[in-house]
Nanobody, 119 residues
Framework: VQLQASGGGLVQAGGSLRLSCKAS????????MGWYRQAPGKERELVAT??????TSYADSVNGRFTISWASTNTVFLTVTNLKLEDTAVYYC???????????????WGQGTLVTVSS
């Protein structure tokens, strides 16, 4: 199972981006996917999650500005709007996946995509 994150870039404060994360490989089902971020010198933190039945949750710092959604059964978007300088970070996607032929779910991480917000 692999996760491919994309969509990061350089954007001015107040701007928007759409991040994408696609899970591929021998997947039986995905229970949930999420986005985390890690700013320089800080620990990785939860940004948003979405379950297979479309339940979402957000960090307080991004609630109302970021939206997580399913693009397909194995791809999620994170639409980020009204970006602030403090949103600068590497954004990682995570998936809770049941690999085909396995009996239990496992967590997989993508490689990260850098979002840089300039003033």
């Amino acid at each position: 199972v692999q996760l491919q994150a994309s969509g990061g870039g350089l954007v001015q404060a107040g701007g928007s981006l759409r991040l994408s994360c696609k899970a591929s490989g021998d997947i039986d089902s995905i229970n949930d996917m999420g986005w985390y971020r890690q700013a320089p010198g800080k620990e990785r933190e939860l940004v948003a999650t979405i379950t297979s039945n479309y339940r979402t949750s957000y960090a307080d710092s991004v609630n109302g500005r970021f939206t997580i959604s399913w693009a397909s059964t194995n791809t999620v978007f994170l639409t980020v709007t009204n970006l602030k300088l403090e949103d600068t970070a590497v954004y990682y996607c995570k998936a809770n996946v049941l690999p085909r032929g396995r009996l239990s779910y496992a967590v997989y991480w993508g490689q990260g995509t850098l979002v840089t917000v300039s003033s």
